[in-house]
C-alpha cells in the first residue's frame, strides 16, 4: 500500500473517533486518523469533559474551604483565597496529559495522523491539507459544536458558550446560563461556588430535558437550595452590550409581556449540533437529514458503501461514551468481527452536586410501554451518605410490573455518575430487580441505596 493509501481512514478524533482508530489498528487494518486541531482527544478531552470536570473538581474543594464546611469534620482553615490561575493551571495540566497520552497511543498502534482538515472529493477519496488519501473504508466521527441561540452573538467575551465558560479570566458577578441543560448546569456550578451569582433561564418548564421527571424536580429543588435562581418556561429574544455587561431580552415562552436581565457574563448552552459542514459530503454521495445528522444502520453504515459514521454526527444522545462504544464496534465490523452497540442501556450523567445519573427508560416513557413497579430508597437513610453528610438525592428503579426486569434507574447522589455504572450492567444481563435486590453489596457503601431501592420495587426495604 502506498503512503496515501489505508484500510481506514477515521475523520476526527474525539472519543469516538480516537477509540474506532485504536481498534481498527489492534486489529490489523492500516488506520490513519484526520485532526485539525493541534491536539488530539476532539471536543471532549480538549474543551469539553475533561476541562469541565477539572473545574468542578477544583470548584468544590474551594467551596468546602470556602464555607466551614470542612470545619464541622475537625479541619479548620484560615483565610480562603482563590487562585483562579492556579485552578485554570490544573485545568490546563489535565487536558495536556490526556491529550498527549492518545498522541502516545496512535504511535504504539501506529495509527497515522493526518494534520488538517478532512474533505471528501469522492466517495472513496479525501483530501487533508492539499493531499489526497484514499481507503477501503471511512469512518465519519467528526462530533458536534455549540448550537447558536438567533439573536445572541457570542464573542467568547461576554458572551460566551461551553468553551468560553472554561476560559473566564475573573468570576462574574451575575452569570446568566441560557438552558437548563447538563452543560449549563455544570458550568453554572463551577462559578457559583467560585462566587458568582448565576440565573439559569430555560425555555420549558423544567430543567434537564429528558431526564425522569420526578428527578427533574429534585434537581430544580437541590439546586435552588444551593443559591441557583431559575426563570422557567423563560425565553431569550436578544442580547445587547451595556456598559460592561450584557442585557438580556426575556418573555415568557407561551407569549407574554417582554424584560430584561442585566448579566456581567452570558453563557449560551441550548444544545450541539452535528459537525458536518465543510465534509464535502456532497462529493461522496451523502446527505444529512433534517437535523444535520448523517443517518446510519446497525452497524454504522452510511448510504454509501464503504463510508461509516459514529458518535454525534448520528442520531442519538450526545455522549462520549455512546462514541466510544461506536467506535470499538465499527472497528470490529471494518475486521469483520461483529460489533454491537446496545443503545437502549446508555448511560448519562450531569456531573454537579450532588452528581444525576440515568439509564434505561424514564418512569414516563415505561409507564406508555405497559404496567410498572417503582422502588425508591433516600440517600438520608444511606448509611454512607449520611456519615459523610451528603444526603441530598434518592434512588429509584422502574420495572416491569410482569416480568420484574429492570426498565430504567435514576439516582441523585454525591457518587451517581460511578453508581450508575451497576444498573447499566445489570440491565445489559437483562437483571431483574430482585436479582439486584439479592446481590451482596460491599457496607458501607452508597451503592447500598441500589440494593435498597431494588428491593423497595416490592415493597421490602430494610432501611425505611
Known amino acids: 500500500m502506498a503512503e496515501t493509501e489505508f484500510d481506514v481512514i477515521v475523520i476526527g478524533s474525539g472519543p469516538g473517533g480516537y477509540v474506532a482508530a485504536i481498534r481498527a489498528a489492534q486489529l490489523g487494518l492500516k488506520t490513519a486518523c484526520v485532526e485539525s486541531r493541534e491536539t ?23 467551596e468546602e474551604a470556602n464555607h466551614g464546611t470542612l470545619a464541622k469534620w475537625g479541619v479548620k482553615v484560615g483565610q480562603v483565597e482563590l487562585d483562579l490561575d492556579a485552578m485554570h493551571g490544573g485545568r490546563k495540566e489535565a487536558v495536556s496529559g490526556l491529550t498527549k497520552g492518545i498522541e502516545f497511543l496512535f504511535k504504539k498502534n501506529e495509527v497515522t495522523w493526518l494534520k488538517g482538515l478532512g474533505r471528501f472529493t469522492a466517495k472513496d477519496r479525501l483530501d487533508v491539507a492539499g493531499t489526497e488519501y484514499s481507503a477501503k473504508n471511512f469512518v465519519i466521527a467528526t462530533g458536534s459544536s455549540v448550537t447558536p441561540l438567533p439573536g445572541v452573538a457570542i464573542d467568547q467575551e461576554r458572551i ?67 443559591g441557583f435562581e431559575f426563570r422557567l418556561s423563560t425565553k431569550v429574544t436578544g442580547a445587547e452590550m451595556s456598559g460592561d455587561g450584557v442585557r438580556l431580552s426575556v418573555e415568557p415562552s407561551a407569549g407574554g409581556a417582554a424584560e430584561t436581565i442585566e448579566a456581567d457574563v452570558v453563557l449560551v448552552s441550548i444544545g450541539r449540533r452535528p459537525n458536518t459542514d465543510g465534509l464535502g459530503l456532497e462529493a461522496a454521495g451523502l446527505q444529512v437529514n433534517t437535523r444535520g445528522q448523517i443517518e446510519v444502520d446497525h452497524d454504522f453504515r452510511t448510504a454509501i458503501p464503504g463510508i461509516y459514521a459514529i458518535g454525534d454526527v448520528t442520531p442519538g444522545p450526545m455522549l462520549a461514551h455512546k462514541a466510544e462504544d461506536e467506535g470499538v464496534a465499527v472497528a470490529e465490523i471494518l475486521a469483520g468481527q461483529v460489533g454491537i452497540v446496545n443503545h ?43 456519615t459523610n453528610r451528603e444526603t441530598d438525592g434518592f434512588v429509584k428503579i422502574v420495572a416491569d410490573a410482569r416480568s420484574d426486569r429492570v426498565l430504567g434507574v435514576w439516582i441523585i447522589a454525591s457518587v451517581a455518575g460511578t453508581m450508575i455504572a451497576q444498573a447499566a450492567q445489570a440491565m445489559e444481563f437483562g437483571a431483574t430487580s430482585e436479582d439486584i435486590a439479592y446481590t451482596c453489596h460491599a457496607h458501607p457503601t452508597h451503592s447500598e441505596a441500589v440494593k435498597e431501592a431494588a428491593m423497595a420495587v416490592t415493597g421490602k426495604p430494610i432501611h425505611v
Open 344 to 386: 437502549d442501556v446508555i448511560p448519562s450523567v450531569v456531573y454537579t452536586f450532588p452528581e444525576i445519573a440515568g439509564v434505561g427508560l424514564t418512569e414516563e416513557q415505561a409507564k406508555a410501554h405497559g404496567e410498572i413497579k417503582v422502588g425508591k430508597f433516600p440517600m438520608m437513610a444511606n448509611s454512607r451518605a449520611k
Open 160 to 226: 460566551v458558550d461551553s468553551t468560553g465558560a472554561l476560559e473566564l479570566p475573573k468570576v462574574p458577578g451575575h452569570l446568566v446560563v441560557i438552558g437548563g441543560g447538563v452543560i449549563g448546569l455544570e458550568l453554572g456550578s463551577v462559578w457559583k461556588r467560585l462566587g458568582a451569582r448565576v440565573t439559569v433561564v430555560e425555555y420549558l418548564d423544567q430543567i434537564l430535558p429528558g431526564m425522569d421527571g420526578e428527578v427533574r424536580k429534585e434537581a430544580n429543588k437541590i439546586f435552588k437550595k444551593q
Open 40 to 62: 488530539l482527544g476532539g471536543t471532549c478531552l480538549n474543551v469539553g469533559c475533561i476541562p469541565s470536570k477539572a473545574l468542578l473538581h477544583a470548584s468544590e474543594l474551594f
